[in-house]
């Protein structure tokens, strides 16, 4: 008799189990995003018959690597509860120095440090404003948004830069393997070690904390400032290796480059699941986030929809996945 009501307690407990994992599964908003990709991915090859190519999926891949660089490092800044909307601008700036540095004669070498030195630079001014001075960080990033975009304009006008070595288009058009892109792997890597510093480092955990409860994170002894200022510096520094790869990519400078990108950016991290008043969010939720917007500009452009429209779909995902949020618990609570 207690043998079979075992058996029966079994297979009751097994089901309930898978049960509960898959609606957990489901429950999660990284799964939810993972099946939006999906669905995008067979929408757009239905769509088109261009689609499947192996070198379209490749140069597909543009439309989001050098944005997920930034992404990845703003996205532990929103969690920490601060923000950055300077980060196009600071793209403009180091293109527009590593510009110069080629007009002078600079090797890619020094390219490449001048690109990196000029984010790092800026992130540093950022994060001084916000840190240093009490400066609420979006205030401080619209600030240097303009100071920044305005010295490129500033610097160059209406003119270009060209001329850059020809061993510097690698970091923007050269492959690795067959159709891997050099600026795909570093997209990976990047993930990788973003991943690693936010969910497996005591770094991390601060982060958690800051955005959670600043107060009570200083309280407890964590640096939040020092946190903080790190978190500027290392967004500066993901837009300066954005400014390398985009300029390399388009082998030219203008003051214009990357206008516009801050929304998508943003809009990225906060489709990833980052809550954008900090706390909340994953790094996995950012990179499926990256491969779902890059998948539909990708998708738009090969049916040659406008690129106005694209900034409307763009403005939409930012509403609703700020807003949706809000109206389910608002629904549930009713």
Not at 6 to 24: C, F, G, M, Y
Request: glycine share 12%.
């Amino acid at each position: 008799m207690s043998a079979s009501n075992t058996a029966v307690d079994a297979a009751n407990v097994i089901p309930d189990r898978i049960r509960s994992r898959l609606e957990q599964c489901f429950k999660s908003w990284e799964s939810l995003l993972l099946l939006v990709a999906i669905a995008i991915f067979i929408a757009n090859s239905l769509a088109s018959p261009y689609f499947l190519n192996a070198w379209n999926l490749s140069d597909a891949t543009f439309n989001f690597t050098e944005k997920a660089y930034i992404a990845f490092a703003l996205a532990l800044l929103i969690i920490a509860g601060e923000i950055d909307l300077s980060v196009a601008a600071i793209i403009a700036l180091a293109s527009t120095a590593m510009g110069a540095a080629v007009q002078a004669g600079a090797g890619t070498p020094v390219l490449v440090l001048v690109g990196l030195g000029t984010g790092l630079l800026c992130g540093a001014f950022n994060g001084l404003l916000v840190t240093r001075l009490g400066l609420p960080s979006i205030v401080a990033t619209i600030g240097t948004m303009s100071l920044f975009r305005g010295i490129s304009y500033i610097i160059l006008g209406d003119q270009a830069y060209r001329g850059y070595p020809a061993d510097f288009a690698f970091f923007g058009q050269g492959y690795v393997f067959w159709v891997i892109t050099f600026e795909f792997v570093l997209f990976v890597l990047l993930a990788l070690i973003y991943g690693v510093l936010l969910h497996m480092t005591n770094f991390g955990r601060a982060v958690y904390a800051i955005g959670n409860n600043p107060t009570g994170a200083l309280f407890s002894g964590i640096r939040v400032a020092r946190v903080k200022f790190i978190l500027f510096l290392l967004t500066g520094l993901m837009a300066g290796v954005a400014a390398i790869c985009l300029t390399s990519r388009l082998g030219s400078t203008r003051p214009s480059i990357a206008t516009g990108w801050e929304l998508e950016i943003v809009t990225m991290v906060v489709l990833g699941g980052v809550n954008i008043l900090g706390g909340s969010g994953t790094l996995p939720g950012v990179v499926i986030a990256a491969f779902v917007m890059g998948l539909v500009t990708f998708g738009l452009g090969l049916l040659n929809v406008p690129g106005i429209v694209m900034s409307i779909v763009i403005g939409a995902l930012l509403i609703g996945v700020i807003a949706l949020p809000r109206l389910w618990s608002k629904w549930k609570h009713r």
